[in-house]
């Protein structure tokens, strides 16, 4: 059966899509991400249970991401337990699903569409039998724009291969991946650390302040380095000194990773 919505009726049945994973996957395809606080507020409601898997898919970014996504909400993304992001150029649509009910609509998960624009859905429940063959088209038209559209980071806890509106889920994978983002070679954490007098080789991620080994061209995590390679801001403001891990909050960057009073024993630690 179809239902049509608009105004808060439709912001109301895109939370509860998100809010009720059935078959334990949601599924979020908008051209445009800048989560409105209540969606951030459901999808934290999962983050404690590491079965759900999370797709979300954006688009219309010409090769830079951050024209369709904001920073925030993608870091949110990547920290997710079980999630999928996916990139689609061309992507116009607009998709929201649960495994049981899906929304096609013509709102983004944009903050201000959601406050300020007309905009309206159409719910379908894939649970109802037997599904009519509108339902059935419009559910592989979905899964094969998911599955043509690139991978470019994924997080996914252990889970057995599953089904999704009828058809096979497009990951089982069960590590970290990353496709289109930009990642350094694998530090090798695990060395043991070489002293000379007092000083080592002993640095610290400049987001995080996590120990790392010092290397002024990579200071930072994997993780984190992830994270910036997307958007590329060597003076975006950072927390942390990659020479001592003093937290001066904002006053470090890629660009310059070591507080100017550390300069000289950053150039100490270089050379080990």
Sequence with gaps: MAEFFTGDLLNHQILEIIK??????????????KFHQRIMDELNEHKSNTK?????????SAGNYKKSIDRVDLEFLMNYPNVQIRHEERLHAKFYGNGSDYMMSSMNLYDFSQNNNIEFGIKLNLSEEPLEQFEKNASKFIQDVITRSELIYQNNAVYEKTTFMGFENV???????????VTPEKQTSSKKATFIGNVDNTGYCIRT?????????????????????????????ENYCHCTGENRNGQTSMARPVLEENWELAMIKQKL
């Design 20 to 33: 009720h994973p059935h078959d334990g996957h949601v599924i979020m395809v908008s051209p445009y991400i």
């Design 52 to 60: 759900p898997l999370l797709t979300v898919v954006f688009g219309k």
């Design 171 to 181: 990951v089982n994978s069960v590590d970290r991946k990353n496709r289109g983002i």
């Design 209 to 237: 302040g996590e120990k790392i080994k010092f290397n002024m061209r990579m200071p930072m995590t994997q993780e984190s380095f992830r994270v910036w390679s997307i958007f590329e801001e060597n003076f975006y403001p």
